[in-house]
């Protein structure tokens, strides 16, 4: 991977993947162009939107870098952004999602000297109303995931350990997280910062859209971490909102999830999940709440 020349190198590039995004994009656009100018470059990948997604990009067309063409999904335009980016650092945000003021000049006096090197930070739910950030360890992500919004990836990091694996619809960024936090050679730092709004939710779901994800996560798991975590990482992928609830003894949180989300028979089936799989049990076995 080429770099250009470091006297002109962007120090972020921020990367896009859209496509018939529409408005969405705007609020998106703004967030970034408010931003020190100097800092960053923008890197649009369009999978040839048919609705109105390139005329709000056009607006910006002189300070960006824009390709729309047909692809295969998010990831794979990630991977040729990657290839087609020059920053120090690079950056995945969605269509829909903000920026916070300001940000990328807070974050830059964190950037570590040592390559390559990993910065993440907070990210605000818009949907669910509650914010997501951490200080992680690489067992954690047996069931939870750093906001891909949230995350600033040195490019060298790219050429150690790859990029995103394309067999993944929807959760990519989570095993090439994990394997980042695997790297001893990746340095990994936490900054007390709200990095982004992030617009989507709905885990649950989106989980079950990627199979190929569900089915071979927990065998990594199992490889780096042993049958117990690969276990609790099974069960928090079959239903990741009432594993959470229970593993963390959040009954009411629970019980307002059921009534919400299922029928009679629906929640009775789905309180009964848990309990088969012996989540206690396994707790008690992980020794603490990590």
């Known amino acids: 991977m080429a770099l ?44 040839a ?3 109105d997604t390139l005329e709000f990009i056009k607006k910006y067309e002189n300070n960006l870098t824009l390709i729309s063409e047909k692809d295969e999904g998010v990831y794979y335009a990630f991977n040729k952004a990657i290839d ?11 269509a829909g999602d903000c920026l916070k003021a300001d940000i990328l ?14 910065i993440y930070g907070k990210c605000y739910f818009v949907k669910q109303k509650t914010y997501n950030g951490k200080k992680f360890t690489a067992d954690l992500f047996i069931r939870d995931n750093i906001c891909q919004q949230g995350i600033f990836y040195h ?26 936090f695997l790297d001893r050679a990746i340095t990994k730092r936490y900054v007390n910062l709200l990095i982004a709004d992030y617009e989507e939710g709905g885990l649950s779901s989106e989980i079950q859209d990627d199979p190929v994800f569900v089915e071979e996560f927990p065998i990594f798991v ?65 020794g603490s709440k990590k």
């Open 222 to 286: 199992r490889q780096q971490f042993g049958l117990t975590k690969s276990l609790i990482c099974k069960a928090f992928l079959k239903s990741p909102y009432i594993f959470n609830y229970i593993y963390f003894g959040e009954y009411k949180l629970l019980l307002r999830h059921l009534i919400y989300n299922y029928s009679l028979p629906g929640y009775l089936a789905a309180l009964a999940k848990p309990c088969v799989l012996g989540f206690r049990g396994l707790k008690k076995r992980l």
């Open 105 to 118: 000049e807070q974050v830059e006096e964190f950037l570590l000297p040592e390559t390559p090197s990993l």
């Open 155 to 180: 490019r060298t990091i790219f050429d150690i350990i790859g990029k995103f694996d394309v067999k993944y619809k929807s959760f990519a960024d989570w095993f090439l997280n994990l394997r980042c």
């Open 49 to 51: 939107s048919t609705d």
């Open 4 to 47: 250009s020349d470091t006297n002109n190198q962007k120090v972020f590039s921020i990367i896009i993947a859209t496509y018939n995004c529409g408005q969405k994009i705007e609020k998106t656009l703004g967030s970034i162009f408010s931003q020190k100018k100097d800092l960053f470059e923008l890197i649009i990948m369009d999978g």
């Open 84 to 94: 087609l980016a020059s920053g120090k650092y690079l950056y995945f945000i969605g």
